[in-house]
């Protein structure tokens, strides 16, 4: 009787253990997800019950809440710094950047009560860091409607944050009080992998989990190789085991995928491309919108489930090569400012779709496109996953921004950018870059209207700077990120978007009657000049019939037009 009691006993005490850990998608047997408050609560009690568990606290985002970082270690020390000392696996884990696609909040939840719990093996040389919610102001805009694609939860955040505000295209500009914190949360855990859990949009297929990986062409050297042909294969390889049969991100929609199955391509706005930048590698798992939410959170989990698994066995590879990595781009001399998709080259994708179709629709009563899953198909599809680099240009030997672009000055220290300051005024000879040509959007995009097609003049020059203007010598682990913010041509450089338009205008300029006398007199004084506005009126009738013009030609050729107008103020060391 006393052995049946006891037994009793510990089953009691090992279920209400279960029911005190179940989580909101599990009491509702997968049809809702949690709430934001719910989700820091939980994490809260676990960090108060787990001593591998920590809950961080950083800076408040656009909806006025501050930013929680999850570490978990299973010695129960919180030092990331420690950390790479001790040659462990750093992995990061975001949710809820789309919070209408909340199936990596619900999924972590699980994974980290099951490793405190023993439910899963905890790894020793693999760590997490986890962002519960990253969007917060869109996770609390709560309702059923807005992702009509979607099948499930019961009811879910909003893309846009609190500003309105997609951040997963706000990881280069930041404009967000997120994208700043995340910033700092990235640059303090310096993880070797990162997890941006996502719902996809697009076609009909057969997979629950499809797979975005950082470029690995672009990721470059070799950690892009480690990434191609051993990490991400072992991914696959897990997931399959696990009967969730992966597939890279689908980015097509209708039609047939054989043609011309291209990869995503991620410049560094998105968390992926930004990651690269710092020699990390970059998943975004984008779960199928068209399976139930169910399905959708347990393929999460074992795909972060298989993350541990594989950083656990292949740890010691990892830290190797991308520490080999780092030191390449510390001595790579040049880099591409914008890359082309490599059409010679392509990997085979196993890929189980559905036959599309065409039939009547109910609504337009005209022909509209379907997919037919009674009609499913598995094809070996041409996926083309390379890509080569163009328009390269030569790092420079550093950096020098005047001190009054502040906003740029402030993004590039949050990233842990080495920089100086001048001691005194000084006169140094730099490379000057001049903005010879570009285009402003006609469409806002993200709060701006981007500049494009920029093209570029330099000549070197003696520049007057200020004592605590900046200095950022290249040779530092952060030159990709400063690369690619800094040289104005590249993607996503912060001429781009729009952080140095005020040299674009004009500040100081003439009445035609009064420059008209100091312009002869000028040129009275500069024959030189003369001789090149009669050259310019002999090669070009329009501007020979043009009074204005020519009036402005021999302006901006003196000394009264000011040198900053169209002036890029980032200057070269060569």
Known sequence: MKKILLLLQVFLTTTLFAQKWQTVFEKTAGKETVTYEQCIRYYKELDAAFPSIRIKEFGLTDAGYPLHLVLFSTDGKHDPLQWHKENKVVIMINNGIHPGEPDGIDASMMLLRDLVTGKLKAPDNVVLGIIPVYNIGGSLNRTSFSRVNQEGPVSYGFRGNAQNLDLNRDFIKSDSREAKEFARIFQFLNPDILVDNHVSDGADYQHTMTLLT???????????????????????????????????????????????????????????????????????????????????????????????????????????????????????????????????????????????????????????????????????????????????????????????????????????????????????????????????????????????????????????????????????SADRFLFETLEPGADDSYFSWNFFDAILQQKEGYSNYRWEDVAAAYLKEHPELRAELDAKKKADEKFAANASAQLDFVYKNSPYYEPAHMRYPVFKLR
């Not at 400012?337 to 994708?349: G, H, I, P």
């Open 214 to 476: 950082s470029q690995h062409s672009k990721l470059g050297s070799v950690l892009g190789d480690y990434l191609h042909d051993v990490f991400e294969p072992s991914l696959y390889k897990g997931m399959e085991q696990k009967n969730w049969p992966l597939v890279p991100y689908v980015s097509f929609e209708g039609g047939n995928p054989e043609r011309n199955w291209v990869a995503f391509y991620d410049p560094p706005r998105y968390s992926s491309g930004y990651a690269t930048l710092f020699q990390t590698m970059a998943f975004m798992p984008e779960t199928h919108m068209l399976k139930p939410f169910e399905q959708r959170v347990k393929s999460t989990y074992s795909l972060m489930q298989t993350f541990l698994e594989e950083a656990t066995k292949q740890a010691a590879a990892i830290k190797s090569t991308r520490q080999k990595a780092i030191e390449t781009i510390r001595f790579q001399q040049e880099f591409p400012l914008t890359y082309r998709v490599d059409t010679s080259r392509y990997d085979m994708v196993r890929f189980l779709g559905y036959a599309s179709a065409q039939k009547t629709s109910d609504v337009t009563g005209m022909n509209r496109m379907y997919y037919d899953r009674t009609k499913p198909y598995t094809k070996e599809i041409k996926y083309f996953n390379y890509f080569r680099g163009e328009q390269f240009v030569q790092k420079p030997k550093a950096y020098i921004i005047p001190q009054g672009w502040h906003e740029v000055i402030e993004l590039l220290s949050i990233n842990k950018v080495n920089m100086q300051r001048l001691k005194n005024d000084t006169l140094i000879e730099v490379e000057v870059t001049k903005i010879s040509e570009y285009r402003t959007a006609t469409r806002s995009f993200e709060k701006h209207y981007r500049q494009s097609g920029v093209k570029l003049s330099t000549d070197m020059q003696k520049i007057q700077f200020r004592k605590g203007d900046y200095l950022f010598y290249t040779g530092q």
